[in-house]
């Protein structure tokens, strides 16, 4: 899969610094197995028959999606990343017009509504994550899955592994922190959570659109 190494666009990180979906590297690869197996077991619960992913990357879970069966689309701020996105369909024989260049701020639920919005590996990147969230409390219909990184295991990780040392671990482009906790608490602000998973090194949720929202 085509990544964007690092790249920044506006001055911020876009898609994946390496093809961690690909590596060959035994701890990556138990570790991405995790992520996956949560994901896949929250898509199951939700068993939507469309899915959105906003801050899609280069598109590698709607290409995962499409190939499932699933009415699947992406969307994400950068261009470039979005180009890629559009590549790696190509190659899998997938429609480029899967992917569109979206801010998760400008999300409607006109264009962009779907039974499941995913947004995993998004709000750490925001300057405003509660603005971010506020526009997936008006798009979401029936399901969101979110996911963070966990802090501090993150940075601790990293620092274990000799990554980022000089920045006490912190990987290039994450500007907010959150604890299981701290991260359970902002988005019942927003949505209602269904199920709480905790893949190392991640928590990841599902949501439901708040019940006194959702009557009105």
């Not at 295991?153 to 000799?162: E, S, Y």
Request: aromatic share 8%; hydrophobic share 35%; charged share 25%.
């Amino acid at each position: 899969m085509r990544v964007s190494g690092g790249l920044e666009e506006d001055g911020i990180v876009v898609g994946n610094a390496y093809d961690k979906y690909g590596s060959g590297n035994p701890v990556v690869k138990r570790i991405m197995a995790g992520f996956h197996n949560s994901l896949e077991e929250l898509v199951a619960i939700a068993n939507p028959r469309t899915i959105h992913e906003i801050g899609c990357g280069e598109g590698y879970w709607v290409a995962n999606w499409a190939r499932q069966g699933f009415e699947a689309r992406g969307s994400d701020f950068s261009d470039t990343v979005i180009e890629l996105a559009r590549a790696n369909a190509a190659e899998q024989k997938l429609a480029a017009d899967l992917f569109t260049t979206r801010s998760i701020y400008d999300i409607t639920p006109e264009r962009d509504g779907a039974g499941l919005l995913v947004c995993c590996e998004v709000l750490e990147h925001l300057e405003n994550p509660e603005q971010g969230l506020e526009a997936l409390s008006r798009t979401i219909e029936q399901h969101l899955i979110l996911s963070v990184p966990r802090e501090p295991l993150w940075r601790i990780l990293n620092m274990a592994r000799g990554k980022y040392i000089t920045s006490g671990g912190n990987t290039p482009g994450h500007i907010q922190h959150w604890s299981r906790r701290g991260f359970l608490r902002l988005v019942s602000k927003y949505f209602d959570i269904v199920e709480v998973r905790s893949p190392h090194p991640w928590t990841m949720v599902l949501c439901r659109p708040r019940r006194d929202q959702a009557e009105r």
